[in-house]
């Protein structure tokens, strides 16, 4: 997102930084290095990385061991688990949504036409991000 002039909204800021911690999250933002899923597992942003022919039967049999559980097993665990994880302070989204609105000026609005009109958001786009980023 950086490259794109803006920081990642919606959260995204605030997230990278509570699953990454701040030293990768510095990275990783500014940086705006696309990384790919074993970096990723092993930054913690996400839960593990798979081989696409692994992911549908890994997906199935995680969701028919929980939907086994009782109902109050699932909402203990989460509960337990939710009293243990750190909550994202509030104020932290307030600081991310008003970087996003000092970020657009003429300058932002001009590279998300050049990037749009590139075909960033299409599909292909969205699979050569980084090529297309890197050439405007």
């Known amino acids: 997102m950086a490259r794109l002039g803006i920081l990642p909204g919606g959260g995204g800021t605030v997230n990278m930084t509570r699953l990454a911690g701040r030293a990768?999250?510095?990275?990783?933002?500014?940086?705006?290095?696309?990384?790919?899923?074993?970096?990723?597992?092993r930054y913690g942003l996400i839960n593990r990385a798979l081989p696409a022919a692994a992911l549908d039967s890994f997906v199935d049999t995680l969701a028919r061991r929980i939907a086994g559980l009782r109902p109050e097993v699932i909402s203990i665990t989460k509960a337990a688990v939710d009293a243990v994880a750190q909550p994202i302070p509030r104020a932290a989204y307030a600081v991310e949504?008003?970087?996003?609105?000092?970020?657009?000026?003429?300058?932002?609005?001009d590279l998300a036409h050049k990037l749009l009109a590139a075909g960033i958001q299409t599909r292909e786009g969205e699979r050569d991000h980084e090529r297309i980023a890197n050439s405007i």
């Open 24 to 41: 990768r999250a510095l990275e990783l933002i500014p940086g705006a290095e696309l990384v790919g899923a074993e970096l990723a597992e």
């Open 97 to 109: 949504n008003e970087g996003l609105l000092a970020a657009f000026d003429d300058e932002v609005t």
